[in-house]
């Protein structure tokens, strides 16, 4: 069983900041990869940012939507699996459900696990 939990979201003004966490627990041997996906009401989830590894090497990588590049940053504490979004120059556009997703390895398998989703809310 792998839990994962987000926090951080809120409401912010436009050109504010938030910063979302995000951990997974849980038993699973290794995270191959961690990233935030966000729904706006009467629309698909779309990928926003995720930071992944080949599950080889240590070295990660990191993916952007178009729309976020440049203002939101994804890091990871490998240690404690949590992965966090910096989000800056918020616009009321980035107003949404947000979800972490996590993909864990359990025997030699990856899986996908998902949070519960946390709001943000950005007004003009």
């Known amino acids: 069983q792998v839990h994962v939990v987000e926090s951080g979201g809120g409401l912010v003004q436009a050109g504010g900041s938030l910063r979302l966490s995000c951990t997974a627990s849980g038993s699973f041997a290794s995270i191959n990869a961690m990233g935030w996906y966000r729904q706006a009401p009467g629309k698909q989830r779309d990928l926003v940012a995720i930071i992944s590894s080949d599950g080889r090497t240590p070295d990660r990588r990191t993916n952007y939507a178009d729309s976020v590049k440049g203002r939101f940053t994804i890091s990871m504490d490998n240690a404690e699996n949590t992965v966090f979004l910096q989000m800056n120059s918020l616009k009321p556009e980035d107003t949404a459900v947000y979800y972490c997703?996590?993909?864990?390895?359990?025997?030699?398998?990856?899986?996908?696990?998902w949070g519960q989703g946390t709001q943000v809310t950005v007004s003009s």
């Open positions: 997703r996590t993909v864990a390895v359990i025997l030699g398998y990856e899986y996908d696990y």
